[in-house]
C-alpha cells in the first residue's frame, strides 16, 4: 500500500516527505483489508487455468427476491440502518460486517 501512495503522489507531481507526507491510520470502521469474492457455500468448478476458478452460482429463488424487496422497501422508508444490516445478513448469512458497529450482527 506503501508504494501506492508514493507512485500516487509522484504522478501527482509532488515529492513525498516533503510536499506531502504519509500517514498511518489504521482500519477506520466498516473497513476490510481483504474482500471475499466466493463463499464457502458455492460450488466451484476449475477453469482451464489451475489457479482459475468458476462459482456455480444458485438460482434466484421467489424467497430471495421477496427478502430483496423487503429490504428495498424497508430502506425506502427510512428504516434504521442496524435493522437494514440485520435484513441484508438474512440474504447473506455469511456477511461478516468487521470492523464497524454492525458486528454485534455477527
Known amino acids: 500500500m506503501k508504494d501506492l ?3 500516487m503522489i509522484h504522478l501527482s507531481g509532488l515529492i513525498e516527505g516533503q510536499d506531502i507526507s504519509i500517514e498511518y491510520t489504521g482500519l477506520r470502521p466498516g473497513e476490510k483489508l481483504y474482500e471475499e469474492l466466493l463463499t464457502d457455500k458455492e460450488n466451484l468448478k476449475q ?6 476458478y468458476i462459482a456455480d452460482k444458485e438460482a434466484t429463488t421467489a424467497t430471495l427476491l421477496e427478502h430483496i424487496l423487503t429490504l428495498i422497501d ?3 422508508r427510512g428504516q434504521p440502518t442496524l435493522e437494514l444490516v440485520a435484513l441484508m ?3 447473506v448469512p455469511e456477511f461478516k460486517s468487521m470492523n464497524s458497529i454492525y458486528d454485534v450482527l455477527d
Open 5 to 7: 501512495a508514493i507512485n
Open 89 to 91: 445478513k438474512q440474504i
Open 47 to 52: 477453469s482451464h487455468n489451475n489457479l482459475i
Open 74 to 76: 424497508c430502506a425506502k
